[in-house]
């Protein structure tokens, strides 16, 4: 069996309907539903998720992280992936432009390296990361998509300047009203029982893994 185009990278937690939303608003858009896999980590305590996941779904359980341990989960999808492209996917957010696997394809023929699905409530880079499409490449090289919570703001910083960032004309609604209509707050919460008031600053740690997977990553362009 050929690998596929894509793998669709989606963790969630306890919000099933609007995860099951979005499941079908990939399958329902997508031109070739083998040009995908979606990979969706889930909870050890989540059987709700569970039970719910389509067949089609490959699924990752483990144990809960919460929402500052995101990067762990989207690590642990990649790991298991087998396409060549990876996709940072939300289970809140709603795939709005047909065709968008073809759209992938093409740009894939003409040798990019790095993709953006703009969402409709975020500007676009470099001031809002929205939902990064990259290279496989990109993780084999670092072993690991990104050492910190806010995924697609930290592989943004990471490939700054090295890979040019192509536009797909691909568009996603993230639905963070979705989350409080299904009383899923915690996850605006850090999903911690508080707020998250780390913004988007970085640690020294963060920051240092930053320059690491930078200078890997130049190392491979030259």
């Given at each position: 069996?050929?690998?596929?185009?894509?793998?669709?990278?989606?963790?969630?937690?306890?919000?099933?309907?609007?995860?099951?939303?979005?499941?079908?608003?990939?399958?329902?858009?997508?031109?070739?539903?083998?040009?995908?896999?979606?990979?969706?980590?889930?909870?050890?305590?989540?059987?709700?998720?569970?039970?719910?996941?389509?067949?089609?779904?490959?699924?990752?359980?483990?144990?809960?992280?919460?929402?500052?341990?995101?990067?762990?989960?989207?690590?642990?999808?990649?790991?298991?992936?087998?396409?060549?492209?990876?996709?940072?996917?939300?289970?809140?957010?709603?795939?709005?432009?047909?065709?968008?696997?073809q759209r992938?394809?093409?740009?894939?023929?003409?040798?990019?390296?790095?993709?953006?699905?703009?969402?409709?409530?975020?500007?676009?880079?470099?001031?809002?990361?929205?939902?990064?499409?990259?290279r496989r490449?990109?993780?084999?090289?670092?072993?690991?998509?990104?050492?910190?919570?806010?995924?697609?703001?930290?592989?943004?910083?990471?490939?700054?300047?090295?890979?040019?960032?192509?536009?797909?004309?691909?568009?996603?609604?993230?639905?963070?009203?979705?989350?409080?209509?299904?009383?899923?707050?915690?996850?605006?919460?850090?999903?911690?029982?508080?707020?998250?008031?780390?913004?988007?600053?970085?640690?020294?740690?963060?920051?240092?893994?930053?320059?690491?997977?930078?200078?890997?990553?130049?190392?491979?362009?030259?």
């Open positions: 069996m050929n690998a596929p185009l894509i793998s669709v990278l989606m963790p969630t937690r306890g919000h099933v309907l609007v995860m099951l939303e979005s499941i079908q608003s990939l399958r329902s858009t997508c031109s070739d539903p083998s040009s995908y896999e979606l990979l969706v980590r889930c909870d050890f305590d989540d059987p709700e998720t569970q039970a719910a996941l389509p067949d089609n779904v490959i699924a990752l359980c483990g144990p809960r992280v919460g929402y500052r341990g995101l990067h762990t989960m989207y690590n642990e999808l990649a790991a298991r992936a087998c396409g060549e492209w990876l996709f940072v996917w939300n289970s809140d957010a709603v795939m709005l432009t047909r065709g968008w696997d992938v394809q093409q740009c894939s023929d003409a040798g990019a390296k790095r993709l953006h699905v703009q969402s409709t409530c975020d500007p676009p880079p470099p001031y809002g990361s929205s939902f990064p499409i990259l490449s990109f993780y084999e090289v670092l072993g690991h998509l990104s050492a910190w919570s806010h995924v697609d703001t930290y592989i943004e910083r990471v490939l700054e300047g090295l890979w040019p960032v192509v536009s797909t004309g691909i568009y996603a609604e993230h639905r963070f009203q979705a989350l409080i209509e299904a009383g899923d707050v915690a996850t605006l919460e850090a999903r911690e029982g508080r707020p998250d008031t780390s913004g988007h600053g970085y640690s020294h740690e963060v920051q240092s893994q930053i320059a690491i997977d930078r200078a890997k990553l130049k190392l491979e362009i030259t």
